[in-house]
């Protein structure tokens, strides 16, 4: 009896401070974890909200870059999906679109850049414009979620400048 109490006495195990002290540092570590999973499916949701966003953006623009741009049509007011190209207002035209079951903000701002001038036929007419979309999800909560895209358009007109 006496050597089997030796031989146990000389084993060690893990004191209860000890099995606290590691139980906290799981713990710590498990929840820095829990937050990065948190943090990393956020931006997640975030970067479909932007590839929705662009994608919105893209088939607007496609759209404005279909509608002939001509001497008898750059008047006709902007509207989406039947309007023209003329200039709309400085804090442009705001419309709600929803794609894949999200809404989103599309701001078009159309400007007109150069003009043909006084003396020519069609005097004061564009001959110029330039398209800005901005497209927000619903949901945004900064500005860097907001994706804005532009192209510029130009028509022939006849005559010397």
């Known amino acids: 009896m006496k050597r ?3 031989r146990y006495s000389s084993q060690r195990g893990f004191t209860l401070l000890e099995a606290s002290v590691a139980m906290v540092i799981l713990m710590v570590i498990g929840l820095g974890v829990a937050s990065l999973f948190t943090f990393a499916i956020q931006s997640n949701a975030n970067a479909d ?3 929705l966003s662009m994608a919105v953006a893209q088939k607007r623009m496609e759209w404005l870059r279909t509608i002939p741009f001509t001497t008898q049509t750059r008047s006709v007011a902007y509207s989406f999906p039947d309007g023209g190209l ?4 400085t804090a442009g035209v705001d419309e709600t679109v929803v794609n894949a079951g999200r809404s989103y903000r599309v701001n078009t701002v159309i400007e007109d ?5 006084s003396g020519q036929p069609d005097a004061g ?7 800005r979309l901005s497209v927000t999800p619903a949901t ?3 500005a860097f979620e907001t994706v804005t ?3 510029i358009r130009s028509t022939q007109v006849t005559g010397t400048y």
């Open 49 to 51: 909200d932007r590839e």
């Open 4 to 6: 089997m109490r030796k």
């Open 125 to 131: 007419a564009s001959t110029l414009k330039r398209i």
């Open 140 to 142: 945004a909560t900064t």
């Open 86 to 89: 003329a200039a709309t207002a």
């Open 149 to 151: 895209i532009y192209t």
């Open 113 to 117: 850049l150069n003009f043909v001038p």
